[in-house]
């Protein structure tokens, strides 16, 4: 299984981006899916999941109310909609794919085996 992630770029602080990450290797309608980001030095976090059936969601406080999360199992992609932009939000997005997960571990890095090549978001002031 292959993630390919893509739509960052540089915006200023209020705008908006959005995301997309597409699977090849494997169909991901049965995946838990979601978006991890890494901030120059600091560690990787996590933004948002969404379930399989992308009826259930899940975000990181610091994002919640402004990025929204979708998948588009027929195009076997992920999407991140990203919105009101703020500086502290720049860095590197990872998009992720798993099939075993349980809800408890949705927000945890390690649990996932399948990662993107990451894509940079710059929010500049």
């Known amino acids: 299984v292959q993630l390919q992630a893509y739509g960052g770029g540089l915006v200023q602080a209020g705008g908006s981006l959005r995301l997309s990450c597409t699977a090849s290797?494997?169909?991901?309608?049965?995946?838990?899916m979601g978006w991890f980001r890494q901030a120059p030095g600091e560690e990787r976090k996590f933004v948002a999941v969404?379930?399989?059936?992308?009826?259930?969601?899940s975000y990181a406080d610091s994002v919640k109310g402004r990025f929204t999360i979708s998948r588009d199992n027929a195009k076997n992609t992920v999407y991140l909609q990203m919105t009101s932009l703020e500086p502290e939000d720049t860095a590197v997005y990872y998009c992720?794919?798993?099939?075993?997960?349980?809800?408890?571990?949705?927000?945890?890095?390690?649990?996932?085996?399948?990662w993107g090549q990451g894509t940079l978001v710059t929010v500049s002031s």
């Open positions: 992720v794919a798993d099939w075993h997960l349980i809800s408890s571990s949705w927000y945890r890095d390690s649990e996932y085996d399948y």
């Open positions: 969404i379930a399989r059936s992308g009826g259930s969601t």
């Open positions: 290797g494997r169909t991901v309608s049965r995946a838990i």
